[in-house]
C-alpha cells in the first residue's frame, strides 16, 4: 500500500441521540483512504467521540492506527483485504480502528478488480428490511410520535433504547398507543445489573409486550447475568456489547446468554470476522441482525451487503441517511417499501461526495511508507 490518509469529519446529528451511556449531538468520524498503484479505497472507523459504548473512541482509533496498525499495512508488498485481520493481529483489540482499515484496503482492492463487496462477502439478496433504533425521548408523547412517524415511514422494526427510570411505561404506552403488529425491541446498552433479583424481575415486566427481543441489558462481560435472565424470561436475549470476537459468540451461546446476536463489524474487528460470526451461528440455528453505530453513506453501504447474506433473517439498524444526518457524504440512503438496496457497483459500490466531504472535514493526516 502506498499511501494511507486519515480524514475527520463532523457530520451534525439532524436531533440528539441519547443513550444508557450519553448523549450525541454530531457524529465524529474517522474514514480512513488507502492509496494504491491500481485504485483507491475508502474505510470508516464507527468508533464513537467517548468511551461509553466501549473502549474505543476516535481520538485513540487515530492515535493506534498512525502508532501500531499503518505501519504493518504501509510495510507489506501483498496485501489482500482479506488477510488484514491476521496482518494486524499482533495488536489486541482496536477492532473498531482495525475494520476501518481492512474495509479501505478491500475497497481499493474490489474497485481494481471490478468486484462488489456485496459478491465479495457473499449477499445473497439485492434488498434488506430497514429497522430503526430510536434513542432515549425527552417525554413519552414524543417518543410515541418519533415512532408512529417510523411506522409511517415504512420502517419494518423499530427499537428503542432503554435504561432504568425508562423502560416498562414506555413500552406499555407504544404498545397502546401503536398497537402490537409492528416489530419492537428494546435495548439497555448495559444500563442494568444483574446482581439485583430487583432489577431482574424488573426487566421480566417486559415479557408482557411482545417484545422481538431485549439487546444488551447487562455490562459487556456479565454473560453469566445475561444467561440468567434468558432463564427467567421468553423474550429473546440479544447481544451487542459482548460479543467482541467469534469465540466469545460461541461462549455466549454455549452458556445460553442470548438466542440472538446484533453483529457490528466494527465491535467484532472486521467484515471478514462479522461473516465468521454469521457462519457459526447459522451452524447453530441461531438468528442474527447486523447492528449499526450511525454511519455514514459509507459504512452503511457495507452493513446493508452484509446484512444481505442468508442468516441475517431479522431486520438490522439500518435506516435512511435522513434519519441520523441533514448531509450524508455519500448519495443518500432512501428507504424504498421499508429496504435498503444492496450495492452492486465495485468495492462499497458508493461514492464519497467530495465538496461535501471537504465541507464537513476538520483535518487529514497522511501517511507513507516509511
Ligand atoms: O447499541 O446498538 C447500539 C448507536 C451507537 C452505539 C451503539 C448502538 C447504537 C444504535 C444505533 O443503537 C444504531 C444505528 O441506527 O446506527
Ligand atoms: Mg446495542
Known amino acids: 500500500m502506498k499511501e494511507l490518509q486519515l480524514h475527520r469529519v463532523r457530520l451534525p446529528l439532524v436531533s440528539p441521540f441519547r443513550t444508557a451511556y450519553g448523549i450525541q449531538t454530531v457524529k465524529d468520524v474517522l474514514l480512513v483512504k488507502a492509496v494504491a498503484d491500481e485504485a483507491e479505497g475508502w474505510g470508516e472507523c464507527v468508533a464513537m467521540s467517548f468511551p461509553g459504548y466501549s473502549s474505543e473512541y476516535t481520538d485513540a482509533a487515530a492515535l493506534v492506527i498512525k502508532a501500531h496498525l499503518a505501519p504493518l499495512i504501509l510495510a ?5 483485504g482479506s488477510d488484514i485481520t491476521e496482518r494486524l493481529s499482533s495488536v489486541i483489540g482496536h477492532n473498531m480502528a482495525k475494520t476501518a482499515l481492512e474495509m479501505a484496503v478491500l475497497d481499493a482492492e474490489l474497485r481494481a478488480s471490478g468486484q462488489s463487496f456485496g459478491s465479495w462477502i457473499g449477499s445473497v439478496t439485492d ?11 425527552a417525554s413519552i408523547t414524543e417518543l410515541v410520535q418519533t415512532v408512529g412517524g417510523y411506522l409511517d415511514d415504512g420502517y419494518r422494526r423499530v427499537k428503542i433504547k432503554i435504561q432504568p427510570g425508562w423502560d416498562i411505561e414506555p413500552v406499555a404506552v407504544l404498545r397502546r398507543e401503536l398497537g402490537e403488529d ?18 431482574l424481575d424488573h426487566l421480566a415486566q417486559l415479557d408482557r409486550f411482545a417484545l422481538a427481543m431485549i439487546e444488551q441489558p447487562f455490562a459487556p462481560a456479565d454473560l453469566l447475568g445475561h444467561a440468567r435472565l434468558a432463564r427467567q424470561i421468553s423474550t429473546p436475549i440479544c447481544l451487542d456489547e459482548s460479543v467482541s470476537s467469534p469465540s466469545t459468540a ?4 454455549a452458556l445460553g446468554a442470548c438466542s440472538v446476536i446484533n453483529v457490528k463489524a466494527g465491535r467484532v474487528g472486521g467484515y471478514g470476522e462479522a461473516r465468521r460470526i454469521h457462519d457459526l451461528c447459522r451452524e447453530r440455528g ?3 441482525w ?16 452484509l446484512a444481505a447474506l442468508p442468516n441475517f433473517t431479522l431486520p438490522g439498524d439500518l435506516s435512511a441517511s435522513e434519519r441520523y ?3 450524508d457524504i455519500t448519495e443518500p440512503w432512501r428507504l424504498v417499501d421499508g429496504h435498503l438496496t444492496v450495492p452492486d457497483g465495485p468495492g462499497f459500490g458508493v461514492e464519497i461526495k467530495a465538496d461535501i466531504l471537504e465541507s464537513l472535514t476538520t483535518s487529514v493526516e497522511y501517511l507513507s511508507r516509511p
Open 127 to 137: 434488498r434488506v428490511p430497514a429497522g430503526v433504533s430510536t434513542g432515549i425521548a
Open 290 to 305: 447486523c447492528g449499526g453505530m450511525l454511519e455514514t453513506g459509507l459504512g452503511r453501504a457495507a452493513n446493508v451487503a
Open 325 to 327: 444526518f441533514s448531509q
Open 76 to 80: 507489506a508488498d501483498d496485501l489482500s
Open 182 to 199: 409492528f416489530v419492537l425491541q428494546v435495548d439497555g446498552n448495559g444500563a442494568y445489573s444483574s446482581g439485583s433479583s430487583g432489577e
Open 286 to 288: 441461531v438468528a442474527v
Open 250 to 253: 460461541e461462549t455466549a451461546l
